[in-house]
């Protein structure tokens, strides 16, 4: 048991990547806060893996102050202190070129991706800083650091994730608090990869098949991943077995990107 008596925050946990994490943390002794918007989806996902865990929620949009005081305030209050942050919530915001893109669509995407990481990582640093412990990981992509075309919002905003992990890594590593991010490639199943798919087969005029053998012809594992392979990076990013491990990217992309 990996996580025993520990007590993490997910974001973006009603399903996909976040709720695979969950669900890894909490099968390793972790005690988990679940965190999405949509408090139907998030409600149902919660009351099926309390089952046999400590869990809780609170549906909100982490990029407002409000919803994050509320969020870590709970926590402590149902869970205990902090010990985990993972800030996967994100949305990719549409596959738009550069002059399409509204002003209110780059400020929606950066809200959503890169404020709320801020916020949340700001309201729990005091803590685990206090403590001399504790693991955020932020969850990046591998477009922030390869060029893909139709995701400028989204790449900008992941590729700001990393630069605030590199930060933060820097400014508390030294006091016991280690920060880290992930890079996933192409994740089948999740929601996000079905909309960037679409969108992909419009723009590029592509069938659902052509689209598959491009994506998965740049990937050294000729495959997309899965969700409990992120989770399975998430969990060990985020352990005692990653000890040695601060401001780091990792990607777990099939080998599609080397930096």
């Given at each position: 048991?990996?996580?025993?008596?520990?007590?993490?925050?997910?974001t973006?946990?009603?399903?996909?990547?976040g709720?695979?994490?969950?669900?890894?943390?909490?099968?390793?002794?972790?005690?988990?806060?679940?965190?999405?918007?949509?408090?139907?989806?998030?409600?149902?996902?919660?009351?099926?893996?309390?089952?046999?865990?400590?869990?809780?929620?609170?549906?909100?949009?982490v990029?407002?102050?409000?919803?994050?005081?509320?969020?870590?305030?709970?926590?402590?209050?149902?869970?205990?202190?902090?010990?985990i942050?993972?800030?996967?919530?994100?949305?990719?915001g549409?596959?738009?070129?550069?002059?399409?893109?509204?002003?209110?669509?780059?400020?929606?995407?950066?809200?959503i991706?890169?404020?709320?990481?801020?916020?949340?990582?700001?309201?729990?640093?005091?803590?685990?800083?206090?403590?001399?412990?504790?693991?955020?990981?932020?969850?990046?992509?591998?477009?922030?650091?390869?060029?893909?075309?139709?995701?400028?919002?989204?790449?900008?905003?992941?590729?700001?994730?990393?630069?605030?992990?590199?930060?933060?890594?820097?400014?508390?590593?030294?006091?016991?608090?280690?920060?880290?991010a992930?890079?996933?490639?192409?994740?089948?199943?999740?929601?996000?990869?079905?909309?960037?798919?679409?969108?992909?087969?419009?723009a590029?005029?592509?069938?659902?098949?052509?689209?598959?053998?491009?994506?998965?012809?740049?990937?050294?594992?000729?495959?997309?991943?899965?969700?409990?392979?992120?989770?399975?990076?998430?969990?060990?990013?985020?352990?005692?077995?990653?000890?040695?491990?601060?401001?780091?990217?990792?990607?777990?992309?099939?080998?599609?990107?080397?930096?």
């Open positions: 048991m990996r996580l025993e008596g520990r007590v993490a925050i997910v973006g946990a009603s399903r996909g990547i709720r695979a994490i969950a669900e890894r943390f909490l099968g390793e002794g972790a005690a988990v806060m679940l965190n999405s918007r949509t408090e139907a989806e998030l409600k149902k996902t919660a009351e099926e893996l309390k089952k046999s865990a400590r869990v809780a929620y609170l549906a909100g949009d990029s407002q102050e409000a919803t994050v005081s509320r969020l870590v305030e709970q926590t402590r209050k149902e869970l205990g202190e902090i010990d942050l993972v800030n996967n919530a994100g949305i990719y549409g596959l738009k070129g550069l002059t399409e893109l509204t002003a209110e669509d780059w400020d929606r995407v950066m809200a991706n890169l404020r709320s990481a801020f916020l949340l990582t700001r309201a729990v640093l005091p803590g685990m800083v206090e403590r001399g412990r504790g693991a955020i990981l932020n969850i990046s992509t591998i477009s922030a650091k390869g060029a893909y075309p139709l995701s400028g919002a989204y790449a900008a905003s992941k590729a700001g994730l990393l630069g605030l992990t590199r930060a933060a890594a820097a400014e508390v590593s030294a006091k016991g608090v280690r920060v880290n992930l890079c996933p490639g192409p994740v089948e199943g999740t929601a996000m990869w079905k909309e960037v798919g679409e969108g992909l087969q419009r590029f005029q592509l069938s659902k098949e052509e689209l598959a053998q491009e994506t998965n012809a740049a990937i050294l594992q000729r495959r997309p991943q899965r969700p409990e392979e992120v989770a399975a990076a998430a969990l060990f990013l985020c352990s005692d077995d990653a000890s040695a491990l601060t401001g780091q990217a990792v990607n777990v992309d099939g080998g599609e990107v080397f930096y």
